[in-house]
């Protein structure tokens, strides 16, 4: 299974971008997702997560109300979409899959990871 994150850039404070998240060599529709990020000297921390059928999402209180996880199990992909970006956003931001359906904010419940995308937000 592998998984290919892209989407990420340097945006100004207060911007978008939309995160995506290619899966292959599984079928994703089995999979609970998350997004997690890392900045530099910190641990990585939870972002969004979302069941296998799209149908129940949890975020991080950081991001509640500007961060949307969604998810085309069609397409195999998952995506995170930012809005009202600010610099403490900036981070290396990572997928990950589970190998049961349901969400998950535990980064040690998740078996596979992408490369990470880089965002960074300038104020």
């Known amino acids: 299974v592998q998984l290919q994150a892209s989407g990420g850039g340097l945006v100004q404070a207060g911007g978008s971008l939309r995160l995506s998240c290619a899966v292959s060599g599984r079928a994703l529709s089995q999979n609970g997702m998350g997004w997690f990020r890392q900045a530099p000297g910190k641990e990585r921390e939870f972002v969004a997560t979302?069941?296998?059928?799209?149908?129940?999402?949890y975020y991080a209180d950081s991001v509640k109300g500007r961060f949307t996880i969604s998810r085309d199990n069609a397409k195999n992909t998952v995506s995170l979409q930012m809005s009202g970006l600010k610099p403490e956003d900036t981070a290396v931001y990572y997928c990950?899959?589970?190998?049961?359906?349901?969400?998950?904010?535990?980064?040690?419940?998740?078996?596979?990871w992408g490369q990470g995308t880089q965002v960074t937000v300038s104020s």
């Open positions: 990950a899959a589970r190998d049961n359906m349901y969400y998950g904010t535990r980064p040690d419940t998740y078996r596979y």
């Open positions: 979302i069941n296998w059928s799209g149908g129940t999402t």
